[in-house]
């Protein structure tokens, strides 16, 4: 519960297809999806291969997010069961989000999830939320965040730093 007395909902149903999870502490979930050179080179800006994310790298960025957001992993239903495709933290500052799984990208997932954390942190009652980080290379991300209304306020040689007012 990283928002002082605001507990953080179990799930947040968004179609009957997808929802979002509160994260139960099983990272090692998450491992396979951050192996997949599509989730290392556009969410983490890993090219070196010697620098592939492995369990404790996953371990500990999930530790830090579940301590500074609302952390979840996004689940798709498949065969009656809902099973995890990527995770997402609601924070006010740099939500990230990761689609592990490939037949998962490009089908609006994305967007359905940050339309998601956009409300639920107008429900936690705040107001913008800056320095969303995209790299230059992930033209499908920094697309997603311009449709929703997200501006460029910055950039790097590799980033782009987008706000929006909620």
């Not at 192996?35 to 556009?42: H, L």
Request: hydrophobic letters at 35%; zero cysteines.
């Amino acid at each position: 519960m990283p928002i002082p007395g605001m507990p953080q909902p179990h799930q947040i149903q968004l179609t009957g297809e997808y929802r979002l999870h509160r994260y139960d502490g099983h990272y090692e979930l998450a491992l396979e999806g951050y192996r997949d050179p599509a989730v290392y080179e556009n969410s983490e800006g890993i090219f070196d291969r010697d620098k592939i994310p492995d369990l404790e790298y996953v371990r500990w960025m999930f530790a830090y997010l579940d301590k500074n957001g609302e952390l979840y992993f996004i689940e798709a239903l498949e065969n009656g069961e809902y099973v995890p495709v990527g995770d997402v933290t609601v924070k006010d500052e740099n939500p990230p989000l990761a689609i592990w799984r490939g037949e998962y990208r490009g089908r609006g997932l994305g967007t359905l999830v940050m339309k998601a954390v956009i409300d639920r942190l107008r429900e936690l009652g705040y107001t913008r939320i800056r320095n969303s980080t995209v790299y230059k290379w992930n033209e499908s991300s920094l697309k997603m965040h311009q449709k929703l209304g997200f501006k460029v306020v910055r950039e790097t040689e590799r980033e782009y730093f987008l706000d929006l007012e909620l």
